[in-house]
């Protein structure tokens, strides 16, 4: 049996969180982690890794349609720098980390969220999330 994939939306102020089912076919929603610094974020996710026991970190990579780099593609970039770190330095260095293409990610997470009448205050908090289920699906697929 396979392990659980983890699928991260990293942005500012939130991460969108989704895990894979044990057999590597459909995205979960899992929650959103309010962004207070990239150490306890990081702290936080490899605390998600762990408790689902996920085998890959799978990162969206948001850039232009062009395919050229954003501010938040370096920020993104920054982000697995540092995950990659710390997950060495406890001992999670076995676990890869790999970046899934998000462009039109939280339009396309937005659409699934208004088809569902979710309300616009609603549609905030989840947002994140579902870009995250959308990242991981993609992976899922692309395999």
């Known amino acids: 049996m396979e ?3 983890i699928a991260l939306d990293v942005g500012d102020k939130r ?4 895990v894979s089912d044990l057999l590597g076919i ?26 689902e026991d996920c085998d890959t970190v799978v990162i969206g990579l948001n850039k232009r349609l062009d395919g050229q780099d954003t501010i938040q593609t370096e920020k ?4 697995k720098t540092m995950l990659e770190n710390k997950m ?7 676990i890869p980390i ?9 339009v396309e997470a937005e659409k699934v969220l208004i088809s569902g009448n979710v309300r616009r205050e ?14 991981m ?3 899922l697929d692309s395999r």
Do not use: P, W
């Open 3 to 5: 392990k659980r994939k």
């Open 98 to 106: 790999v970046f899934q293409d998000e462009r039109l990610s939280t």
């Open 137 to 139: 699906q993609r992976y």
């Open 76 to 79: 993104v970039y920054e982000f």
């Open 88 to 94: 060495r330095s406890n001992k999670m260095q076995h």
């Open 15 to 18: 991460i969108g969180v989704a």
């Open 122 to 135: 609603k549609r905030k908090t989840v947002i994140d999330m579902q870009a995250a289920i959308i990242i």
């Open 26 to 51: 459909t995205a979960q929603g899992y929650g959103v982690i309010e962004r207070v610094g990239i150490r306890k974020d990081c702290d936080k996710i490899m605390d998600i890794i762990v408790k």
